[in-house]
């Protein structure tokens, strides 16, 4: 399927585009598989032509990358030496390093106010990362009035570089910010099969949010609480779901095949994104419970663990408790709760102070969910008189056993149990996360509907951890 699937993405972006609602496809090419790097210069300047002669400024981190080595001739070269190299034929190569801390890169402003600053006056960017240089790629791209850019991906570890939005770090959350599509991105399968095997398993654990956030977006607009739901978007990716959880133990052999596909999914998760205007096809509430244990860890002051492999163990949370809701929704009195904004703001603020005593953490998250509850509240009308059961129905299809999911992740050796994580996350912070998920932000997912159904807070999060254990341990 990497073969074929972006060999036509003209005709991709003319479907989509034919999809009532989404927005254009930005991306003008996507090469992946074996040797996808050797095609950079012809990719430039077929779709690029006009940057050739000027500055190309390459942007990437301190750490180096190398693609897998074959047995016989060792690795090869770096992958940043090796851009510099290719690009040198037709351009004025310029390195940008970008500066982390420990090993880890920052998306928040400062960083990319300085990125941008160091950019400017170059004809091309080409990119060389995984997914926070990607993110601040984007970003700069966008500042400089849509600077042409190259994607060459580092890592298949998550589903952000194929689309038109960065998460960027804004007082100390993490926000989906609008950006801009990269004109090409080259996803070169022997590079991502030389990256370390955490980062490749955390791409194939983004991918799980496949399970639970397209549930989470079609509840939101049966609901009225999401404008929008495209349905082939969803299946853009979920079509697949088969294919990717076979290839699970190739994930974990770094088998070409199964990396080409993990590529070709993420690639194809970016895109429904982008061509949504919103993350929601992709990004449920297992997202949005990784972004909480994102905060606990840089409250804790340590890098937290991987995106995806956070996100893929919440997948299977995610998806127990959506087990739960459907049991719900299914009984004969469903009864919703429209709290005031004087009863939710201290919640909200009570959730998120205690990891950010000056408080803008909490302001941020506020002024996201007052929307959502506002929302909520004038819907009530609608929602009391809602066929909850029909609710129920329509949006089982999309799910699928928490049980499938945590076996896919372990077949491919991924995280699928919070103790399994690189920092492990202890039972308090799980609890404090996936009980206050969805005070985060103004996307309404299956968290929202349970806790206004009086279903959802630490104990209901406790015992869907305890569930999580058993699951995994009769799997
Ligand atoms: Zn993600």
Same mark, same amino acid.
């Given at each position: 399927?990497?073969?074929?699937?972006?060999?036509?993405?003209?005709?991709?972006?003319?479907?989509?585009?034919s999809v009532p609602g989404t927005r254009p496809v930005g991306l003008r090419a996507v090469e992946i598989g074996p040797q996808a790097l050797a095609h950079l210069p012809a990719l430039i300047r077929q779709v690029l032509p006009d940057t050739?002669?000027?500055?190309?400024?390459?942007?990437?981190?301190?750490?180096?990358?190398?693609?897998?080595?074959?047995?016989?001739?060792?690795?090869?070269?770096?992958?940043?030496?090796?851009?510099?190299?290719?690009?040198?034929?037709?351009?004025?190569?310029?390195?940008v390093i970008v500066p982390g801390s420990d090993g880890h890169v920052y998306a928040d402003a400062e960083t990319i106010g300085a990125a941008t600053g160091r950019v400017r006056g170059a004809a091309l960017l080409v990119t060389v990362g995984?997914?926070?240089?990607?993110?601040?790629?984007?970003?700069?791209?966008?500042?400089?009035?849509?600077?042409?850019?190259?994607?060459?991906?580092?890592?298949?570890?998550?589903?952000?570089?194929?689309?038109?939005?960065?998460?960027?770090?804004?007082?100390?959350?993490?926000?989906?910010?609008?950006?801009?599509?990269?004109?090409?991105?080259v996803a070169d399968t022997d590079l991502l099969a030389g990256a370390p095997i955490p980062l490749t398993r955390s791409g194939l654990g983004d991918l799980m949010a496949m399970f639970t956030a397209p549930a989470d977006w079609r509840l939101?607009?049966?609901?009225?609480?999401?404008? %929008?739901?495209?349905?082939?978007?969803?299946?853009?990716? +979920? &079509?697949?779901?088969? !294919? *990717?959880?076979? =290839?699970?133990? @190739?994930?974990?052999?770094?088998?070409?095949?199964?990396?080409?596909?993990?590529?070709?999914?993420?690639?194809?998760?970016?895109?429904?994104?982008?061509?949504?205007?919103?993350?929601?096809?992709?990004?449920?509430?297992?997202?949005?419970? %990784?972004?909480?244990?994102?905060?606990?860890?840089?409250? +804790? &002051?340590?890098?937290? !663990? *991987?995106?995806? =492999?956070?996100? @893929?163990?919440?997948?299977?949370?995610?998806?127990?408790?959506?087990?739960?809701?459907?049991?719900?929704?299914?009984?004969?009195?469903?009864?919703?709760?429209?709290?005031?904004?004087?009863?939710?703001?201290?919640?909200?603020?009570?959730?998120?102070?205690?990891?950010?005593?000056?408080?803008?953490?909490? &302001?941020?998250?506020?002024?996201?969910?007052?929307?959502?509850?506002?929302?909520?509240?004038?819907?009530?009308?609608?929602?009391?008189?809602?066929?909850?059961?029909?609710?129920?129905?329509?949006?089982?299809?999309?799910?699928?056993?928490?049980?499938?999911?945590?076996?896919?992740?372990?077949?491919?050796?991924?995280?699928?149990?919070?103790?399994?994580?690189?920092?492990?996350?202890?039972?308090?912070?799980?609890?404090?996360?996936?009980?206050?998920?969805?005070?985060?932000?103004?996307?309404?997912?299956?968290?929202?509907?349970?806790?206004?159904?009086?279903?959802?807070?630490?104990?209901?999060?406790?015992?869907?951890?305890?569930?999580?254990?058993?699951?995994?341990?009769?799997?």
């Amino acid at each position: 399927m990497s073969a074929c699937t972006f060999s036509d993405l003209p005709g991709l972006a003319a479907r989509l585009a034919s999809v009532p609602g989404t927005r254009p496809v930005g991306l003008r090419a996507v090469e992946i598989g074996p040797q996808a790097l050797a095609h950079l210069p012809a990719l430039i300047r077929q779709v690029l032509p006009d940057t050739a002669g000027g500055t190309a400024a390459v942007l990437r981190d301190d750490v180096p990358k190398f693609p897998r080595g074959d047995g016989r001739s060792g690795r090869g070269a770096e992958a940043g030496e090796t851009v510099t190299r290719l690009l040198a034929a037709d351009h004025w190569p310029r390195d940008v390093i970008v500066p982390g801390s420990d090993g880890h890169v920052y998306a928040d402003a400062e960083t990319i106010g300085a990125a941008t600053g160091r950019v400017r006056g170059a004809a091309l960017l080409v990119t060389v990362g995984s997914g926070t240089i990607a993110d601040i790629g984007k970003a700069v791209s966008a500042r400089l009035g849509g600077l042409p850019h190259v994607i060459v991906q580092t890592a298949a570890s998550v589903n952000g570089f194929a689309d038109d939005q960065s998460v960027l770090l804004l007082s100390g959350v993490k926000r989906t910010t609008q950006t801009r599509w990269p004109d090409v991105l080259v996803a070169d399968t022997d590079l991502l099969a030389g990256a370390p095997i955490p980062l490749t398993r955390s791409g194939l654990g983004d991918l799980m949010a496949m399970f639970t956030a397209p549930a989470d977006w079609r509840l939101a607009q049966l609901l009225g609480m999401a404008d %929008s739901y495209q349905e082939p978007l969803v299946s853009l990716v +979920r &079509g697949h779901s088969d !294919a *990717l959880l076979q =290839a699970a133990p @190739g994930i974990s052999a770094t088998d070409p095949d199964a990396i080409g596909l993990l590529a070709t999914l993420l690639a194809l998760s970016g895109i429904a994104m982008g061509a949504a205007g919103t993350t929601a096809p992709s990004s449920g509430a297992e997202h949005t419970v %990784s972004h909480l244990l994102d905060m606990a860890a840089a409250a +804790r &002051g340590g890098p937290p !663990a *991987l995106h995806g =492999a956070q996100v @893929g163990m919440c997948a299977v949370l995610t998806s127990l408790l959506w087990q739960r809701v459907i049991r719900l929704l299914a009984s004969p009195r469903v009864t919703p709760h429209f709290p005031s904004e004087a009863e939710m703001e201290p919640r909200v603020r009570g959730a998120f102070d205690p990891y950010d005593p000056a408080g803008a953490m909490a &302001g941020e998250c506020w002024q996201h969910y007052r929307r959502k509850l506002a929302r909520w509240r004038a819907n009530r009308s609608q929602l009391l008189d809602l066929d909850w059961a029909g609710v129920a129905r329509q949006v089982a299809g999309l799910l699928t056993e928490p049980a499938q999911i945590a076996a896919g992740l372990e077949r491919a050796g991924a995280p699928a149990r919070p103790c399994e994580l690189d920092p492990p996350i202890g039972q308090a912070t799980m609890v404090w996360a996936m009980a206050n998920c969805h005070l985060m932000r103004d996307r309404f997912t299956v968290a929202d509907l349970a806790f206004f159904l009086g279903a959802w807070g630490p104990d209901e999060a406790g015992e869907v951890l305890g569930e999580a254990g058993r699951l995994e341990a009769a799997a």
